[in-house]
């Protein structure tokens, strides 16, 4: 069955730290793959999406993340976290069928 | 350029009473269109797409139906509600997976709170 999971449910950095939010898959072939964000209140926004060709993903709000093919894996990361960032961070993948994650909720310490 | 619609944006319904909520889209043709529902814990649940007019793929068993009945047109029923529909329901947009490098993230709405009380 098509799955995706997000391990992490609650993550807490500092700011300026980095930040690495893991997902991995289940979809046969190598699906569609995105990663959303949602702030408290607001509506889902598209962080970046990948395809085919170059594993590595560079998105908005300088968030990137790598597919790894082997490990069926796509996380996403940012080399440092602004306070801004605090958010809850979604993981999709799909074809015509597209499944989300459960979600990993950000907080960012000052 | 593509807008979605979906209302109403919030709605309270006694247990057993029907539901109707509407998604419509503009400025794109066939496009897939999504019905989900996110509660807090569990993220995005899927609960129907659509690849085309009349064509509903259900994804999880329960006491909702989804109908397709022009192109850009999708619509989430319930015959009597149960307090569990409680929830956020979000209708969201993709172009059509022709040619796979088209441009094929989801768009959505801005949801629905529907509490059943």
């Known amino acids: 069955a098509q799955s995706v999971t997000q391990p992490d449910i609650h993550i807490t950095v500092s700011e300026g730290a980095s930040l690495e939010l893991r997902c991995n898959y289940s979809y046969g072939a190598t699906p569609y793959l995105f990663w959303y964000v949602q702030s408290p209140g607001q509506g889902l926004q598209l962080l970046l999406k990948y395809f085919s060709g170059d594993t590595l993903v560079q998105g908005i709000k300088g968030f990137e993340a790598e597919f790894k093919r082997s490990q069926s894996s796509f996380n996403l990361r940012k080399p440092s976290v602004h306070w801004s960032d605090a958010a809850e961070y979604f993981c999709?993948?799909?074809?015509?069928?597209?499944?989300f994650g459960a979600g990993t909720r950000l907080a960012v310490h000052p | 350029s593509q807008t979605i619609h979906q209302w109403p944006a919030t709605l309270v319904q006694p247990v057993g009473s029907p539901l109707s909520l509407e998604c419509t889209v503009e400025g794109t043709s066939n496009p897939n269109l999504y019905w989900y529902r996110q509660a807090a814990g569990r993220g995005l649940q899927l609960l129907f797409y659509s690849v085309g007019i009349g064509q509903i793929s259900s994804e999880v068993p329960q006491n909702l139906s989804a109908s397709r009945p022009q192109d850009r047109q999708f619509i989430l029923s319930s015959k009597k509600l149960l307090l569990s529909d409680s929830g956020f329901y979000l209708c969201?947009?993709?172009?059509?997976?022709?040619?796979?490098?088209?441009?094929?993230?989801?768009?959505f709405g801005q949801g629905t709170r529907l509490t059943v009380v």
């Open positions: 999709a993948v799909g074809y015509n069928k597209l499944i």
């Open positions: 969201a947009w993709r172009n059509r997976d022709r040619v796979r490098r088209s441009n094929t993230e989801a768009f």
